[in-house]
């Protein structure tokens, strides 16, 4: 990824390339063209429609020009709106028109530059984006393929599915906390297998009652369930007996906790579909496997990290890594200031969030990563908050998967803890 800095990004508009500026819609896209210098050779700008046709007459209209004018590379550029240009830059990356991302926020605040209006419409936002080019304020998109493509969108239904469950728990509990709130006292868990069982068939406390102990009891006995028996029904019985839940709406109620419960078991039983998927999917990566090793990374941490960051030889170091994950140190200082130095929390947020919740994880399961913690915070030298000891860590995990996914090492907890650098006053003050 050595072309990702500003200088070979602009090295690489000359005075061969014609770079494109399209404005990407749901249906419709508008495209101009200009030079390496910035001068226009469309007349107008070219619509096309957002299927083959359109995406055809797109590349007779490119052909064209670059024939015309002599130009024997392409460079088109486009802003990520949301997931409209996934099909149009697949294709162009199929046709060897390789396509460059330019940040929306800066489209949005150099409109200006050229009319001093900040108008937005089909004909500027095209030059503005091409103009972004050509002085190499872009990025280059990475579109994985082959196992990587797969892996990435059932991460994306897990993230779907795990966010929709929440949403349904919480309305499940909202539920309770209405009609029976003391349900909360007999299962710690809302979705406990026996206690569905009772509300499928008797959800309100008033309708538990007329099932009885036994009538309680002899469900779970017909379902063979184990660790539950008359001492459980009981106690069940007791919490409806005392309820103070809301005894209104009895009718909605029963049809509201229904469907939730159904639409709960639903999406769970999707999501562990998708979860083997995922399974099958990691197995199929080199050395992939090799990071469950580690104790507290499972395996949405590594299919998650695998999903955000795709194949990791396209990677030259793990510092390239932190950065996409949004980890990348940033400082905000000015002569005599000197600012606070945080992340830059640019880049794959999910990726971000991902590493934070395994670095919470590693803190409290794994020895290693627990000693690095602790160093951290209670070093002599700049000790570090706990949520910067965090990062800090999750930066480490960062380094020490880039190591065994390129090297094809297996993970050391020895060497863990020989990398922590500590400083010969912090050994002689302990």
């Known amino acids: 990824m050595k072309s990702n800095t500003q200088n070979a990004k602009i090295e690489a508009i000359t005075e061969t390339t014609l770079v494109l500026g399209i404005d990407v819609g749901s249906e419709t896209h508008y495209a101009r063209a200009f030079d390496f210098r910035g001068m226009e050779y469309s007349k107008k700008p070219f619509k096309f429609s957002n ?56 489209v949005k605040k150099s409109k200006e530059l ?55 728990q919480n309305r499940i509990s909202r539920w309770f906390n209405i009609y029976f709130p ?3 006292t007999v299962y710690g868990q809302p979705d406990a297998k026996s206690g569905m069982m009772i509300l499928k068939i008797a959800p309100l406390p008033e309708d538990i009652l007329t099932l009885g102990i036994d009538g309680v009891n002899q469900i779970w006995r017909n379902a063979k369930l184990r660790a539950v028996g008359k001492a459980r029904a009981k106690t069940l019985i007791e919490a409806a007996e005392h309820s103070v839940g809301s005894k209104e709406g009895a009718l909605s109620a029963r049809m509201e906790i229904r469907m939730l419960l159904e639409d709960y078991e639903s999406r769970n039983a999707r999501l562990q579909e998708v979860m083997a998927l995922i399974e099958e999917l990691v197995k199929q990566i080199p050395m992939a ?72 994880s590693l803190v409290a399961k794994n020895p290693e990563f627990r000693e690095l913690h602790v160093y951290y915070t209670t070093r002599k030298r700049n000790p570090l908050k706990k949520m910067q000891s965090l990062m800090a860590v999750a930066t480490k995990l960062i380094r020490v998967f880039y190591a065994m996914l390129t090297k094809g090492v297996d993970y050391d907890p020895k060497k863990m803890i020989s990398d922590i650098k500590r400083p010969a006053v912090y050994l002689q003050a302990a």
């Open 51 to 106: 299927n083959e046709a359109g995406f055809m007459t797109f590349k007779a209209w490119i052909l064209n020009i670059k024939e015309k004018h002599g130009k024997d590379k392409v460079v088109p550029g486009m802003e990520p709106t949301g997931h409209y240009w996934f099909n149009l830059g697949k294709f162009l990356q199929d046709n060897e028109m390789k396509p460059v991302l330019v940040n929306p926020h800066h």
């Open 182 to 184: 003391e349900y909360k």
């Open 289 to 360: 496997e090799k990071l469950l090793e580690i104790k507290g990374v499972g395996i949405k941490t590594v299919s998650g990290f695998l999903a955000e960051v795709g194949d990791i030889s396209r990677f030259d170091n793990p510092k390239e890594l932190q950065k996409l994950a949004g980890l990348a140190l940033v400082e905000n200082s000015s002569g005599k200031h000197k600012g606070k130095t945080t992340i830059s929390r640019r880049g794959r947020k999910r990726l971000r969030y991902l590493l934070f919740e395994v670095a919470m």
């Open 114 to 168: 050229d009319d001093n209006n900040p108008t937005k419409n089909d004909r500027k936002d095209p030059k503005v984006i091409a103009g972004l080019v050509r002085e190499g304020r872009y990025m280059i998109p990475y579109l994985p393929d082959g196992v990587y493509a797969d892996l990435r969108t059932a991460s994306n239904m897990r993230f779907q599915l795990q966010a929709e469950l929440t949403r349904i």
